[in-house]
């Protein structure tokens, strides 16, 4: 077959652009998830419900989720949902789609910038169909890095977040941001607007169609510890450049999390 996943890749991008169009509603209803800063809303589940009803052979799972050989849709109705709540003005929707536990596309619609983002396999990354590449800064002093402290308030873990990113900011960086949302600063760093996006405690659908693009727009995908990247393990270090990424991995302050599929935790080991 000629180019087998074309067709599934286009009908992704129509169905997050259908699905970022959805109005927010007066009285939105907001609900919690893993804590009660962890937050969705009843248009979470209707946008979810928009893509799953168009998308061909859905079947959603949303815990314990398990990578299979089988094409499987990865989707995130609305990441970002604080900001959302909040009028935070970065929402995306993410979609991607994995073959034999590989990645082939993935579309990451900025829906309040309306900025399309897409990238598959060997393919190239776009964004409002234009082209994008990564940053080629090389010097971290001259860098941008995003990082988020994400919905796990144990003081503990959030102690290592922020003694991590005072060791980054004082390396000095240029600077340190977050949009509120994984799958916009992944596109963040695929656009060359920031060099690196790390982040421990994200899950698998707020990241996997922005791996595909930051790696199509040059970029590289690593475990927070250098080692290759487990879409489940939801441990994510996105950079421009390897120089890039060794340099944080020496200041990331690592802690444990429950991976996406229940699997016991497992040793990364660092390519570096
Ligand atoms: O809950 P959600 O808004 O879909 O996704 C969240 C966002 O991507 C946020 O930027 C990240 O820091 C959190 O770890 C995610 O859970
Ligand atoms: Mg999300």
Request: with cysteine; charged share 25%.
């Amino acid at each position: 077959m000629a180019d087998e996943w074309q067709e599934a890749y286009e009908f992704a991008v129509e169905v997050a652009r259908k699905a970022g169009m959805v109005k927010i509603d007066k009285e939105m209803k907001v609900l919690t998830k893993s804590s009660t800063v962890d937050l969705v809303t009843k248009t979470d589940e209707r946008v979810e419900k928009i893509i799953i009803e168009q998308l061909p052979c859905t079947e959603s799972t949303e815990k314990g989720c398990e990578l299979t050989d089988a094409p499987t849709w990865i989707i995130d109705p609305v990441d970002g949902t604080t900001n959302f709540v909040h009028g935070f003005p970065f929402v995306a929707v993410s979609i991607a789609f994995a073959v034999k536990k590989e990645l082939e596309f993935g579309v990451v619609y900025s829906c309040l910038e309306d900025k399309m983002y897409r990238a598959r396999n060997g393919k190239g990354a776009f964004c409002n169909d234009e082209p994008i590449s990564v940053s080629d800064v090389k010097d971290i002093t001259k860098s941008i890095i995003i990082s988020e402290h994400g919905t796990d308030r144990t003081p503990a873990k959030v102690e290592k977040i922020f003694s991590t990113m005072q060791k980054i900011l004082c390396i000095p960086v240029h600077g340190l941001r977050g949009s509120g949302t994984a799958a916009t600063n992944m596109c963040l760093v695929a656009t060359g607007a920031v060099e690196a996006f790390f982040e421990i405690g994200i899950h698998c659908w707020d990241v996997a169609a922005g791996a595909v693009i930051v790696r199509e727009a040059g970029g590289i995908v690593l475990d927070v510890s250098g080692g290759p990247f487990d879409l489940m393990s939801r441990r994510m270090l996105s950079a421009n450049h390897e120089d890039i990424a060794k340099r944080i991995i020496k200041e990331i302050e690592v802690f444990e999390v429950p991976r996406d599929d229940g699997v016991k935790h497992l040793q990364q080991p660092s390519s570096f």
